[in-house]
Structures are given as C-alpha cells and as structure tokens.
C-alpha cells in the first residue's frame, strides 16, 4: 500500500497532468509563432495603466508606452491611485505629445481592489473618445516599440475580444532563477494556454500585465464593475470576456516586467497575495492542495531514495517526467534544464507560500497589495 501511494499514484498523476491537461508543459503558445497578418485598418487603442507608488520604474514603462511603433490612434492615460511618491509628476513630464493624460486617482469604494477601481477611472476616462480596443498594462511593464502592431493584429485578424500577453518576468538573481519559471509554469498547469485559447474550453485566465480589450466586449459583460473584488484579477477578466467571444493568452518577449525581486521574501509575499483566493478561501480546498503538492512534488523523490524494492523506478520515473516537463520554461527564462531536478524543492516551498496565504488571509491581511489587505473576510 506505501508502494502504490507514494510511488504509483505520484506517477500516475503526472503521467495524467503531462498527456491530458492541454501539454501546457511544452509552453508553444507565444506571440512570435503563427504571426498574424496586419489588419486592412488599425484599430484605436486607449492604454489604461494604474500606478501606486511606481517611481522608480515609470518613467520606463510610460516611455516604452510613448515610444510604440503604432499605425492606429494612440492615447495614453495613467491613474495615479493615491501615490504618495512622484510617480504622477515623472509620468507628466515624459510626454511631449500630448497622447499622455495623468489621472488622480479617487479614493476606492467599498468592495473594490484598489487597482480595479484604477482601472475603472481610467476606462470612464477612455470612453469619451470611444476607443475600439482598451490596453491594460502595468506600471511595472515595459513593453518592446512592436508590441502593439502585435496585440492589435491577433486581436484583429482572429477576432478575439481578449488577447493577453504573460510578461517575461525578472529573472537574474537566485531567488528569482529558483522561483519564477516556476511561477509561470504552475500558472500554465492551472490554465493550459491551449484551453484558454479553445473557444470551444471553458478555461478562460488572462496574464495583467498585458491585457488588450475589445471596448464593446467589456461593456457588454457588465463593464470592470463585474469583478470588482477579485484578487486574481486577470484571470476573472479572462472569464468575464470568455462569455463574450475567443480569448488568446501566450507568452511573450515583446513585454517584460522591470521590477525584480529583492529576494524570496517579496517572492513569497507575491504568490501568498492571491494564492488562498485561487482556492476561494475555502479550508478543505488547502487541505487537498496541500496534500497534492505532497504527492506530486515529494513523495517522487522520497520514494526513489528510500524504497527497498523495486518501486523506487516508479519515483524515479515521476521525479523524471517533472524535472522533463519544466524544460520548456526553463529554456524560455534561459535556465540551465537542471533545475527541473530541483522542482520538488520548489514545489514543496510553493505549498508553504499557498499556506502562508491562508494564515495571512485568517489574520485579516488577504490580497495585500501596496499596504493594502483587499481580500474580503471570509467566515
């Protein structure tokens, strides 16, 4: 019985997660492959990017929005969100176009994320000019001078209402050598990219960084006010546009986040901002998870040191397909295929991030973001 729990069924569920969960692993959707055509006529576009306290990295992200290669009508506008550094008065002072309008920001009503009500300032803002499509994007994002060309073009030509972009994230320290390509491959494990894609799936998730949104789309779902309190933002939006025609989520170099990680602390905090939403606050929901993680990232290893029998092949056969299946992603962050042996430390540090979430959300600082606790008590 130790044999089949700890060896056979770790086994058994990845040979499941790698042949039947979309071969999320091989990371092929990416905005570089299957290129589409340009559009007969480009479509207007208003860039909506909130910030709170971003001085240090706006002026990058502003100009990089300032400096696309973009054929259509532009404009771009910044929600200061109560910032109580200069990330208003560096934005001001980028902009010798005219394209750029900054925003102060209201303070947020009940039941909103600060960054939605952000983002619903800038949309009330947009729609005076009656844009086709809205750019959400970070104030941590930089995005390449084609970028746009790019959204605009597969939103266009497959006529798709959301088409999403997962930033390259930072990626040259330690911490971050160790965490974030797994970061985005478990993002991938819980929403293929090629369900995502399927109109005919009901998986539907977006990346928040770089999120392109058919305006009349929107406003048909309900407009943002429909996912007012969500912590995992995106991925609501993702499933609110869903409804209303084909989504696209890929990978990217086209946008990169130009924020590192100071360490596995913010690491840390990152995930367990959001991690106990994802499992909608619901204790059994850990529990299971927990105890999945322990299947799926311990036992292999476990079991193909310690068995005495012959069963330690079917640990080692796990622990094998693991470290195999994160190959791809670790050749898009340009990772050593090593560290897919280290995937069982990593994964076990993540189940200790999704736990941490829990403690944090209990304590009353759920979805803390920015110094704020925006996640909604639960009983």
């Known amino acids: ?21 979309g071969f999320y692993w091989r990371a092929r959707e990416r905005d570089d492959r299957d290129v589409p055509p340009a559009p007969p006529a480009w479509p207007s576009v208003t860039a909506i990017v909130p910030a709170r306290n971003e001085a240090d990295v706006i002026a990058r992200s502003i100009g990089s929005l300032l400096a696309q290669d973009y054929p259509g009508a532009l404009r771009i506008i910044l929600v200061d ?18 394209r750029l309008s900054v925003m102060t920001g209201t303070k947020r009503p009940a039941g909103w994320t600060g960054k939605l009500w952000a983002v619903s300032q800038g949309i009330a803002k947009a729609n005076d000019t009656s844009p086709d499509y809205l750019w959400l994007t970070d104030a941590d994002i930089a995005h390449a001078p084609d970028n746009l060309r790019s959204l605009a073009a597969r939103a266009e030509s497959e006529n798709r209402v959301l088409v999403s972009l997962m930033a390259k994230l930072h990626c040259a320290s330690w911490p971050e050598r160790f965490f974030i390509p797994a970061f985005v491959y478990f993002f991938a494990m819980l929403y293929p990219f090629a369900w995502v894609n399927d109109p005919r799936a009901k998986t539907a998730a977006a990346a928040g960084g770089c999120m392109l949104v058919k305006r009349a789309a929107l406003a048909a779902a309900g407009g943002i006010g429909e ?34 990680y100071a360490g596995m602390g913010e690491i840390r905090r990152m995930v367990a901002r959001s991690a106990y939403a994802q499992l909608r606050y619901s204790p059994l929901l850990l529990l299971g998870t927990l105890i999945g993680l322990v299947l799926m990232f311990l036992a292999p290893p476990a079991w193909a040191l310690a068995a005495r029998d012959e069963s330690w092949i079917a640990g080692a056969a796990a622990w094998g397909l693991m470290a195999a299946s994160f190959r791809p992603m670790l050749r898009f ?47």
């Open 81 to 98: 969100d109560e910032s109580e550094d200069d990330t208003a008065e560096i934005a001001r002072a980028l902009d010798s176009t005219g």
């Open 1 to 21: 019985m130790t044999a089949l729990v700890f060896g056979f069924v770790p086994l058994a569920i990845w040979l499941v997660l790698l042949f039947g969960r």
């Open 333 to 379: 962050y340009g990772r050593s295929p090593l560290w897919g042996l280290a995937l069982p430390a990593i994964g076990a540090l993540y189940a200790l991030f999704t736990l941490d979430s829990a403690i944090q959300h209990w304590r009353g600082k759920g979805g803390m973001w920015k110094g704020r606790a925006q996640a909604m008590r639960q009983a």
């Open 227 to 260: 996912i007012r309190s969500a912590i995992i933002d995106d991925c609501a939006l993702g499933a609110l546009m869903k409804k209303q025609g084909p989504v696209w989520l890929g990978l990217t170099e086209r946008a990169v986040s130009i924020r590192p």
